[in-house]
């Protein structure tokens, strides 16, 4: 939402510092492991010198030459051979004379497969038939056995078990986001915190607008700030303040301000950072969120988005995934509930639909203030337009007064865009500073995407398109409730292929005849084309679309058409929304369907009166618009004369 993240302050977690990738710690744990395995390899396996021969050599070879000392049989398998010290020095033995290290091997030197001991035995006594008793080979019977296989057969399954383990979980970790780093991550939030003067340094200066809500935070700054004054008095300051507007009014600044007024620390998170795909994580995201906030007290915790987790619980069957929203959000009212309202943490949260929120978020003692942001006025509009052009290099003939009469409807975010833009647009064109013409190609683009020149348009369609704008022109300019048109242009920009710039009013209630005009103006672009070359293409599609809504706005839910009556069938709950059932009967479906399309009509039969009269008028400004492409106010007063009332 928030695309200050982006431009001001870098984003400082908490771990900062404690790089994960490069620790030396695990680096050290590693050798250590590695260097004991080998010390453990050496310690049982000391019989790395020992040689495999079979009985032809032990007999021929050594029994014949009288070199061996004894001969051990183990586990009545293994006939292990040791040679006499003094016979070591014979060349032959000189791959076994030496240990490991270099010392002298005591042996055993060889070994071989007896097969089994009787056999053993029999060729043992045939190869020393002739010899005296005394002289005889002297064979022990050891039984050893050996603990590192066994020992390996159980550590290697668990070893790969954990080793498996660490492996997927770190995988799915790292697809999840920028939370849960390792796999003791899961539950634990990473919210991004911002200091004062340490992380960022926004107040209330870089909040323009916004005067009274400015008053109303100035409480919690004040409390933070000094809550002495407060609890000595026994009061207490609110925990939860909900921050209501559309995005890009300034919702995630004006908690930065209040955090950089009360230079305080600031936690912020957004809803969607607590749900993820392991059921559980958000609630214990939740307790360690206000754990890390309650440990830096007095603090800010900012959650950006609420309506994610704090939509209004589902009271139809329930699926996983609201499963875990619910029990997200049951952690939220815990830890509202659980703190004592003087701890000096507070709760900022943001949302742009506080009508779907669970009311036991909004209930006394939870976020029970809200501070409405709506779109900013053209006073406020001025303001931000300062604020952000106090950094860009202005020309004088600038009017930021204008400029803010030219974007009703922009957030505080869209008016950030458009200095920025305008500036990008200055530096393209290797401007010394930015000027006017500059900031209204930033609001064109802003509102209607980049142009396009070099988009491939034949004449005929150029010819179709122009009627087709000048028809809007035309219609808007002979209706009363149009606002005034400034500009008609015929230059392909995004996906459109022409436009008509008007400078709006600011409304808060429209009336039945606004709502009318507009879908006759709307019209007008198809009416003009049926009119002049007898048929309709497909260039009205955005225009239908409009239109089509706007109709069924004002017969299903604002209750402007007389058959309908006074009903509406707006949800301001949401609950309908996911219910394929509408909350109405078939008959009222019939009758919203025919009053839609009667508007629709009695409104296109006007656009076509309007035409048909000033078709002259018509037929000039579509051929204007194909020589210069762009045709200004000037130009419209000239081909269809002033305007008799203005809006
Ligand atoms: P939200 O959280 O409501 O979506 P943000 O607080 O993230 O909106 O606002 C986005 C950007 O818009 C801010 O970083 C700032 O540059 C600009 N902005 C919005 N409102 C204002 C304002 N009142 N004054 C100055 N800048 C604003």
Redesign the pocket.
């Known amino acids: ?4 993240d982006s ?2 302050s870098p984003n400082y977690s908490e771990e900062e510092g404690t790089s994960r990738s490069s620790n030396p710690f695990t680096f050290l744990l590693y050798i250590v492991v590695i260097v004991g395995l080998v010390f453990i390899y050496f310690l049982f396996n000391n019989n790395s010198n020992l040689t495999l021969i079979n009985w032809e050599k032990f007999n021929h070879e050594m029994l014949n030459d009288n070199d061996v000392e004894k001969v051990d049989i183990v586990n009545n398998e293994i006939a292990e051979v040791y040679i006499k010290k003094e016979s070591l020095r014979k060349a032959k033995y000189n791959s076994v004379s030496t240990g490991f290290w270099g010392n002298v091997n005591n042996g055993p030197h060889f070994y071989f497969a007896i097969g089994s001991v009787d056999l053993f035995e029999k060729k043992l006594d045939a190869a020393q038939a002739g010899l005296l008793e005394k002289d005889k080979l002297v064979v022990d019977y050891v039984k050893r056995e050996s603990y590192l296989p066994k020992l390996l057969s159980w550590i290697f399954p668990i070893l790969l078990f954990i080793f498996l383990w660490f492996f997927i979980i770190r995988r799915i970790t790292s697809g999840v986001g920028r939370t849960g780093n390792t796999i003791f991550d899961f539950g634990r939030s990473n919210p991004k915190l911002y200091e004062k003067g340490k992380y960022s340094n926004i107040t209330f200066k ?5 005067e009274e809500a400015k008053v109303e935070v100035m409480e919690i700054v004040d409390f933070l700030k000094h809550p002495e004054n407060y609890t000595k008095l026994g009061a207490k300051i609110p925990k939860g303040i909900l ?1 209501v ?10 908690a930065k301000a209040v955090a950089g007024e009360a230079e305080v620390p600031f936690f912020s998170l957004s809803g969607s950072e607590f749900i993820e795909m392991f059921v559980g994580v958000g609630a214990s995201r939740v307790r360690d969120l206000f754990e890390k906030a309650k440990r830096k007290a007095p603090s800010i915790i900012f959650i ?1 988005e609420i309506d994610t987790i704090g939509r209004l619980r589902s009271k139809s069957i329930s699926f996983q995934a609201n499963d875990e929203r619910d029990s997200t959000l049951n952690q939220l009212l815990a830890e509202l509930d659980g703190f004592d309202p003087n701890t000096g943490v507070i709760v900022l949260a ?1 949302t742009n639909r506080a009508d779907i929120l669970d009311p036991a978020l909004l209930r006394a003692g939870r976020f029970d203030r809200h501070i409405y ?1 709506e779109l ?1 006025n053209k006073q ?1 509009r001025i ?2 337009f300062g ?2 052009m106090k950094s860009l290099v202005i020309d004088t003939n600038v009017d930021v007064v204008y400029l803010a009469t030219q974007t009703p409807g922009f ?3 869209d ?2 865009n458009v200095c920025n833009e305008a500036a990008l647009i200055a530096a393209r064109k290797k401007k010394l500073s930015i000027d006017t013409q500059d900031f209204f190609d930033a609001i064109d683009r802003m509102m209607a995407g980049i142009e396009k020149k070099s988009k491939l348009i034949s004449p005929i369609e150029k010819n179709i398109i122009a009627y087709h704008e000048a028809g809007h022109a035309v219609v808007s300019w002979f209706l009363k409730n149009i606002d005034s048109l400034q500009k008609v242009t015929i230059i392909p920009r995004g996906k459109s292929l022409g436009g008509a710039w008007y400078l709006p009013e600011e409304r808060q209630i429209i009336t039945y005849s606004q709502f009318f005009d507009f879908i006759c103006a709307a019209l007008g672009g198809r009416v003009a084309e049926e009119i002049v070359f007898n048929e309709a293409s497909s260039g009205a599609l955005d225009d239908l679309e409009k239109i089509t809504k706007q109709a069924y706005m004002m017969v299903a839910n604002l209750g402007l058409s007389k058959k309908i009556g006074h009903v509406s069938f707006y949800d301001s709950t949401g609950e309908y929304e996911s219910s394929i059932q509408k909350p109405y009967s078939e008959s009222t479906a019939m009758l919203i369907d025919d009053e839609v399309r009667k508007i629709i009509e009695d409104a296109h039969t006007r656009a076509k009166n309007l035409l048909e009269l000033n078709r002259n008028k018509l037929d000039d400004l579509a051929k204007r618009l194909l020589e210069k492409e762009v045709v200004y106010k000037s130009d419209l007063e000239e081909v269809l004369g002033k305007r008799t009332f203005t809006i």
Request: aromatic share 6%; glycine share 14%; hydrophobic share 45%.
């Open positions: 939402m928030s695309n200050f431009q001001n870089d909040l323009a607008g916004y921050l507007g559309a995005p890009g009014t300034g919702k995630t600044l004006m950006d943001a942001l900013p406020e303001a931000i604020v952000h957030s505080g975010a008016i950030a």
